[in-house]
């Protein structure tokens, strides 16, 4: 059944300029043939189902459903207000074919998202957050949670100079783990025979945390280590190396890991010698954590980006980048 709605738009001249302009009416969407609540009904829907999914349930077009869902969500940026951080998460997302990165700046505190450009993952693109943020909200950042790519950090120190800086727990265990795979690698490589056969097809029982090992996993992990001495080395450094999170001061801290590193010699383990000088080079992105003031959800960053590459895979990627932009900003905002 179709429903016709008929009603009476004024036309004023306008005061300023002097031109005929027609009455706004608050209830219509940007689209006029639709009510905003309607916009917002299909905005709603499509958090949890794809475009075309809810327009086959709506009996609309594809475009349309699409432009309905963006003032949704313009919509929900405008009510979730401008962003005044204090302490943020910096990371790169990988958008097309090929080495092409947007940055996604968050409010760790508030847990959400908020900020998505750039045109790479540079220190220019990441200064066009900074300055758009303005410099009296730049004052209120206290720390920037980020990984080891020197150009965040150098845009960071540059532009918010009072701000701490930590480097990521979740990335500096990634290149722990990728030093074990290498040791993996080429322990595989340089075998023959039946002792390359327990190697073969363990790489993510290497890597994965033991807790989490299924029993066969467990039964797979225990006959490699008994049979290749410097994995089970390996893979007990990696190991050992995770209680440098437990500590509570610095100190203590720092004590740990000259112990760990001295445990390296004598081992023939270049790819974990590479990853010692590594955290000993950037030493003074981890003190951070140690510092109670600075105690933050770290694991939100990591967890966006898992959020994110849900949603490119779910709409098989996406070509409209402005719309990616407004799905990310929102993904964490409550509905409306």
């Given at each position: 059944?179709?429903?016709?709605?008929?009603?009476?738009?004024?036309?004023?001249?306008?005061?300023?300029?002097?031109?005929?302009?027609?009455?706004?009416?608050?209830?219509?969407a940007e689209r006029p043939f639709y009510t905003?609540?309607?916009?917002?009904?299909?905005?709603?829907?499509?958090?949890?189902?794809?475009?075309?999914?809810?327009?086959?349930?709506?009996?609309?077009?594809?475009?349309?459903?699409?432009?309905?869902?963006?003032?949704?969500?313009?919509?929900?940026?405008?009510?979730?207000?401008?962003?005044?951080?204090?302490?943020?998460?910096?990371?790169?997302?990988?958008?097309?074919?090929?080495?092409?990165?947007?940055?996604?700046?968050?409010?760790?505190?508030?847990?959400?998202?908020?900020?998505?450009?750039?045109?790479?993952?540079?220190?220019?693109?990441?200064?066009?957050?900074?300055?758009?943020?303005?410099?009296?909200?730049?004052?209120?950042?206290?720390?920037?949670?980020?990984?080891?790519?020197?150009?965040?950090?150098?845009?960071?120190?540059?532009?918010?100079?009072?701000?701490?800086?930590?480097?990521?727990?979740?990335?500096?265990?990634?290149?722990?783990?990728?030093?074990?795979?290498?040791?993996?690698?080429?322990?595989?490589?340089?075998?023959t025979g039946p002792g390359r056969q327990f190697?073969?097809?363990?790489?993510?029982?290497?890597?994965?945390?033991?807790?989490?090992?299924?029993?066969?996993?467990?039964?797979?992990?225990?006959?490699?280590?008994?049979?290749?001495?410097?994995?089970?080395?390996?893979?007990?450094?990696?190991?050992?190396?995770?209680?440098?999170?437990?500590?509570?001061?610095?100190?203590?801290?720092?004590?740990?890991?000259?112990?760990?590193?001295?445990?390296?010699?004598?081992?023939?383990?270049?790819?974990?010698?590479?990853?010692?000088?590594?955290?000993?080079?950037?030493?003074?992105?981890?003190?951070?954590?140690?510092?109670?003031?600075?105690?933050?959800?770290?694991?939100?960053?990591?967890?966006?980006?898992?959020?994110?590459?849900?949603?490119?895979?779910?709409?098989?990627?996406?070509?409209?980048?402005?719309?990616?932009?407004?799905?990310?900003?929102?993904?964490?905002?409550?509905?409306?």
């Open positions: 059944m179709d429903i016709y709605l008929e009603l009476e738009v004024r036309r004023v001249a306008c005061v300023r300029c002097g031109k005929v302009k027609r009455e706004r009416l608050p209830w219509v905003k609540r309607f916009a917002f009904f299909v905005g709603r829907r499509c958090r949890a189902a794809t475009i075309k999914d809810v327009a086959q349930e709506v009996h609309l077009d594809w475009h349309s459903v699409k432009e309905l869902e963006k003032q949704y969500l313009r919509e929900q940026l405008r009510r979730a207000g401008r962003p005044g951080p204090t302490v943020i998460g910096i990371d790169e997302i990988s958008i097309g074919k090929g080495h092409s990165y947007r940055i996604v700046v968050s409010d760790l505190l508030r847990r959400r998202p908020i900020w998505f450009g750039g045109t790479d993952r540079s220190e220019a693109s990441l200064t066009g957050f900074f300055q758009e943020l303005g410099p009296k909200k730049c004052q209120g950042i206290k720390l920037a949670v980020m990984d080891m790519w020197r150009p965040f950090r150098n845009a960071t120190v540059t532009q918010v100079p009072h701000a701490g800086i930590l480097f990521d727990k979740f990335h500096v265990i990634s290149h722990l783990g990728q030093a074990l795979d290498q040791v993996r690698k080429s322990e595989s490589a340089r075998l190697i073969k097809g363990q790489k993510y029982t290497l890597l994965s945390n033991h807790t989490n090992l299924t029993l066969e996993g467990r039964r797979s992990l225990a006959k490699l280590l008994r049979t290749n001495k410097r994995l089970n080395i390996a893979y007990l450094l990696k190991e050992a190396f995770g209680q440098l999170w437990d500590y509570r001061r610095e100190a203590w801290a720092r004590r740990f890991f000259e112990h760990w590193k001295q445990a390296l010699k004598w081992q023939r383990l270049a790819p974990f010698e590479k990853f010692a000088r590594m955290i000993d080079q950037h030493w003074a992105g981890l003190v951070s954590y140690w510092q109670p003031q600075y105690q933050v959800p770290l694991g939100f960053v990591e967890g966006l980006n898992n959020k994110i590459r849900v949603l490119q895979r779910r709409a098989y990627g996406f070509r409209d980048e402005e719309y990616l932009r407004l799905k990310v900003l929102t993904c964490m905002l409550p509905e409306i």
